[in-house]
Structures are given as structure tokens and as C-alpha cells.
């Protein structure tokens, strides 16, 4: 190699390799930052000692989100996250505030157990139509379903530490974890975005098992 070919790829490689670990590093940054604890309790199910960890970023008014929550999530649940393969966090990313009130009735309902958090998501999710069009009244409506009243409703929703909260992690998924749709996927800290099938998911998952 002459001086000048060896000048020419010695300027290449000064452009060109910061590069590779910068984008490595940012999306390692965006990956340490899902795991991070935030401010309200993390939803989790399934066993600590999983090989796959799923963080969902979802909203209550989001349609794809209702959709994955119904046809999706219980094929993972069942065949991932009940044998052990798979440990699924939850975490709340409500694109209004309908979706927010929704997110702290399931609080509310939960009271720090993932699985009634959960089966109050479920709940919603099967009635986002009515939460949109009727917020209120579905919230009642929910709420007493889960042995709430209405009273207990109100007592929840009024409830600004806990909206306080939840807007925090929101900002902290829009600054940190570069959140800006939902729903948003982490797959062992690797993004997968919009609207997915069982089969799609499962062809992410598959290979992180062998």
C-alpha cells in the first residue's frame, strides 16, 4: 500500500469506527435504562430466572395494545411466560387522559399484585370503546367489578401523587428509553415497535432459547 493509499485509509477509519460504537453504546444505554427501576412498581409475571425478559410499553386507548393484550399475550403467556422461558413487565405509557385514569384505576384494583393489575388491564382493554367514549362510567363500571366503589373510584382517581408518578416514568421512557409509540417492545433489551403477531414475536424469541 503507497503513503497516499495509506493516508486515505487511515482518514476512513477515523470517520468511519467512532461511529459503530456510538450506535452500540446508545442502544446498550437505551437497554440498561429499561431495566432501571421507576417510579411506581413495576407489573412483572413470570420467573425472575427467565432467559427472556419482554418489557411492554403500552397505552389504554391504544388499539394495537388492546389488540396485543387479547390475541396475542395470553399465547405468550402460556406457552413462554407460564413454563419459565419468559419474565413480561408492563409498563404504562398512556397517550391521553383517558388512558392515564385507566392505568391508575388498574393501580388502584391491583394494590402492588401484578396479576389483578392485570386482569384489570384485561378488563379494559376488552372495553376501550366504552372507556373512550364513556370514560367515567367505565371507570365505575370497572372499578366495581373489582369490589370497588364508587367512592373507592373517586378516592382513586383524585389520587395526584400517584399521577404524578406515572407521568414521571413516562418522561423518563420519552427521554431515557426513547419512547414515542405504543406499543413498544423490549425483547432482552432489543426494540421491536407497532403492532406484532404471536408468530412474529415468537420468531424473536425462538432463537434467544438455544
Not at 413480561?88 to 393501580?107: C, G, H, M, N, T
Request: proline fraction near 5%.
Amino acid at each position: 500500500m503507497n503513503v497516499r493509499c495509506r493516508i486515505a485509509f487511515a482518514a476512513l477509519l477515523a470517520f468511519a469506527s467512532p461511529a459503530v460504537p456510538a450506535a452500540a453504546l446508545a442502544q446498550s444505554a437505551i437497554a440498561a435504562a429499561v431495566t432501571k427501576p421507576v417510579s411506581l412498581p413495576d407489573i412483572a409475571i413470570g420467573s425472575e430466572n427467565a432467559p427472556i425478559t419482554i418489557t411492554e410499553y403500552s397505552s389504554m386507548s391504544c388499539p394495537h395494545c388492546a389488540a396485543f393484550g387479547q390475541n396475542v399475550f395470553p399465547m405468550l403467556r402460556s406457552n413462554y411466560i407460564d413454563t419459565g422461558k419468559v419474565r413480561f413487565v408492563f409498563r404504562e405509557f398512556p397517550l391521553d387522559i383517558k388512558a392515564a385514569a385507566a392505568s391508575i384505576l388498574a393501580r388502584c384494583i391491583g394494590k402492588g399484585d401484578s396479576e389483578k393489575y392485570l386482569a384489570a388491564v384485561e378488563m379494559l382493554f376488552k372495553l376501550q370503546d366504552q372507556l373512550m367514549a364513556q370514560t367515567k362510567a367505565t371507570l365505575l363500571y370497572v372499578g366495581r367489578q373489582h369490589g370497588m366503589s364508587e367512592e373507592d373510584v373517586k378516592t382513586c382517581e383524585e389520587d395526584k401523587a400517584q399521577f404524578d408518578k406515572l407521568n414521571a416514568d413516562q418522561q423518563y421512557a420519552v427521554r431515557e428509553v426513547k419512547i414515542a409509540a405504543t406499543p413498544t417492545f423490549f425483547v432482552n433489551g432489543m426494540r421491536l415497535q407497532g403492532s406484532m403477531s404471536f408468530e412474529e414475536l415468537e420468531e424473536r424469541i425462538k432463537p434467544l432459547l438455544k
